[in-house]
């Protein structure tokens, strides 16, 4: 996995990009996430959600984008080591601190 974007900066939110970015998910997109949740929780139909939902994915995928223009290098070696290791922290606690150090939570 060489970046955590495309050719035309777009972010790819693939499994490693959303795990290594999910503190900072969890934060900025807070609001967006439990309005989801809450809308699941009240209907169970699935189509009364799409609208929350959809906010749900805007908020990420702006956010990866903002990580990846704030700190380039470190959004993509942390990704890229979580993509090489299947997905486990605990082998790419280096980057993970040299990410958080870049892009620190909000």
């Known amino acids: ?18 795990m290594s970015a999910s503190k900072h998910i969890a934060g ?11 809308c699941k929780k009240d209907d169970p139909n ?3 959600c799409l609208d929350k939902g959809s906010q749900v994915i805007r908020c990420v995928l702006s956010l990866l984008k903002d990580l990846h223009q704030k700190c380039t290098k470190e959004m993509d070696a942390y990704p890229g080591c ?19 150090k870049a892009c620190p939570l909000n």
């Open 28 to 38: 900025r997109c807070r609001g967006e996430n439990i309005a989801f949740l809450k």
């Open 46 to 48: 699935p189509e009364k």
């Open 1 to 18: 996995m060489a970046s955590a974007v495309d050719a035309v900066g777009e972010p790819i939110p693939t499994s490693a990009v959303l």
């Open 82 to 100: 979580m993509y090489y290791n299947t997905d486990e922290f605990e082998l790419c606690f280096k980057q993970q601190k040299e990410f958080e």
